[in-house]
């Protein structure tokens, strides 16, 4: 029941923010906040007193077991549950939510000063449905979620927008995004169709359930095109290169608290599915495609770094870099070895933490400046207070400067990738080298150079400098002590790793898992 | 067959509506009162969603020409619940109304009768006859406002155009005939099981036309933009929703009794036809400026992936079919409902026109947020997004595409759903901007104490109701698709 309660609790705070609206602008916020620190505390009680470890992984074909788990049933036609279930990854992850909505809700204390009831409600409602997709292990459910957090998102980035130049409106932006992910996602629901009603074929029942339709036997070609469906919506959602057409634009346009949750967790929910659904569904097929999948990571990498060198709005310049490390993301989860699935939980983290701190600073630039145009900065140093210092250490932890966790991030991944794919490994390698220079090129833009005006800005308020603080605290502290993490989500890495790496050894395997 | 007091009972729905139709009639020739007429239209129509309960314990049962099957009873009750909320929205409308305000009331009753008759239909005389009485009030209804150039071209323009149909219906009944020697379904679907010669297929061809103008089945679509922009926000919404599921419901008897849709090109054509409605609805709804084109377009779409659920025709389409019915009938009345409310004309400053243009609609939010609410919860179930019935009921239409493996199906499903969310979200973001200085319209101040306010309320609770709990939903369909022998 705790466990429906994560989600129930964005979902009443949104309503209750939308009323509050009429008492003033304080009441939404302060609710807003509560929510969310409620559920960021239920999230850290769990992690303190439950038992991530699950024992040892027992032997093929035991059932998958959770830390936590609540069923009910809800559509009995179709034998679909609500069927949440938490294991250390999912914890992780639903931290990181709570996290991230708190500092969402920070950072938009003074930016969003109309409608604020409404945005508080689409806010904790995406935010609701982000944890309704870690929790979910039910097809059907995640589905669910994962469409329905889409339509606050809409809201947030169209109607609080910042509408940019050259017919880049905030609308567009919006709807763009949502057409992207959301006719991904009805691919992904045909394929989820497809293995249900192959399972209905061999059993003659219908399920939605992850562990049943595990066992489903799929002949080659079918797994090939059920597993396809479920990438394109992740890769969409990731983004992959080829799909990754609404991230700037969506980033550039949304609001600060948008733009956080874009990158921090929204992004993160594909990588989650592909290590939650898309690979343990599909091992064979996963394993096939994973060459593919491993160039596209490539291509993200040298892609999103070399954009990222050309850009002139400070948020698109990391949204930009945002793809570069989601390539680096994809890299690890194809690999699947224990090594590179622990780098990618921790590169996740590091990357929620470091892009959450760069798009919170870039909206205070804004806040102070009125631009995001880096052509009308410069020389800002000295001039913002501490602000300068905050982004040098967050733009260090972002071209993954060793002490900061995304260097752990990235070496995990680099490191346990090597002995399944080590050309792709020199080749990612060379794509932090591109890391440094649109890193480096950002603070010297942005902070350095001839200075374009002579007043002195705002310093940080309280509240600003507090955000920033934690972010770059549990930078430094994942960076310089990873285990507690890596012991929280070890064991679920091993399931995966379990599932998917035990087809490389065996590749005469008859059909289902092994 | 003779009839029997068991006939008579199970045929009370349409007995009662046929009732209160000529009390309405003789109502008027006394005394007019608006309001008085309005309450006995809603209680008569009540009265037969009531002895509904009585008849769905004796179904299924055969009555000359009629089926009193799980099917019929289906249809029955969508048809009343929108017969309901329609003369409710008529209400609130005609309220301000100059001419006479009753008469609408009686062609309501008239069109709902028919409605009724068409979709228990089982015999070509009693699909005819239901078909013309659901037709001719409409053609009153839509010209009601006749001082009001719009509604007098819509009504015209359905009044000539569907009577082409008719033509084409009554000509592919005659060759059916001519070539079967039967007007049953029944006799049809067995003379028609083996070969099926070049008038048989002839006829079936025209009778789909016919049926097909009514759905507004791409290429056969023309008149339903303009007829809904100019008809009046009730008899609209009639049209849009009980019209099109009676319709609808006497298509799905005849491909699911005629196996001459299961094979062979007429199947290919249905399959066809059904592709290019999805696509062709979503890619004109993109462009339009008015709301009420924009819906239209939009029912095409739907009557699109419905027709899905009759090419496939076995398996889940009922299921499916019924599905998605329940969801689009309450999904349209909660839209097209708002739209009433709002456009009522002769609230201030209208200049008597039905307001419908999307500038009328920017910002409405920050005036009345429960109204916009509403809107925004059924456009985003017309889009099929979860936490709505539209997720459902989409759900089942690509379910029921995934199970026949009919992928181009699925696939111009996903596509048309793609193009649709484009011109949902405009609307939706619309609702929520705020400019200065923009032409505002209103709904009455009271709206939501009066009836009107409730039906719409209603509507979208429904829908998020059914869209988080459809499984009492889904039951109900399944007892259908049993009763009606699958």
Redesign the interface.
Known sequence: MTLFWLILIPFIGGLLCWQADRFGDLPPRWIALATMLIELAITLGLWFHGDYHLGNVGMAGEALRWSMEWRVAWIPRFGIEVHLALDGLSLVLIALTGFLGVLAVLCSWHEIVRRVGFFHLNLLWILGGVVGVFLAIDLFLFFFFWEMMLVPMYFLIALWGHSGSEGRTRIRAATKFFIYTQASGLLMLVSILGLVFVHHAHTGEYTFAYATLMQTPLSESTAMWLMLGFFVAFAVKLPVVPVHGWLPDAHAQAPTAGSVDLAGILLKTAAYGMLRFALPLFPEASQAFAPVAMTLGLIGIFYGALLACGQQDIKRLIAYTSIAHMGFVLIGIYAGTQLALQGVVLMMVAHAFSAAGLFILSGQLYERLHTRDMREMGGLWGRLGSLPGFSLCFVAASLGMPGTANFLGEFLILFGSFPVAPWVVVIASVGLVLAAIYSLLLMQRVYFGPPQGEGIFADLDQREYVMLLALLGLVLLFGLYPQPLLDTTGAAMGEVQRLFGAVSQSTILPMGIP | MTLTATHLLALSPPILVCTTAILVMLAIAWRRHHTGIAIVTVVGLNLALLSLIGVGRMAPLAAPMLAIDGLAIFAAVLILVAALACATLAHAYLVHHTGPREEFYLLLLCATAGGMVLSASTHLATLFFGLELLSIPLYGMLAYVYGERRSLEAGVKYLVLSAAATTFLLFGMALLYAETGHLDFAGLAARLGGDIGAWGLAGAALMLMGLGFKLSVVPFHMWTPDVYEGGPGPAATFLASASKVAVFVVLLRLVVAAPAFEDGWLHNVLAVLAILTMLVGNLLALTQSNLKRLLGYSSIAHFGYLLTALVIGDGLSIEASGVYLVTYLLTTLGAFGVVTLISSPHVAGSGGTDAAGLHHYRGL??RRPYLTAVLTITL?SMAG???TAG?IGK?YI??LG??AERWWL?GA???G??IG??YY??VM?TL??AEAGMQRRDAPENWAVQAGGVVVLGAAALVIVLGI???PM??WV?SIGVLAGG
């Open positions: 939010f920050w985003l997004i979860p936490f997720f759900f690509i379910a995934v199970e699925v499903v996903i596509v759903s793609a969310l484009f979200l405009r973001v929520f901007l709990y459809p499984a889904i039951a399944r």
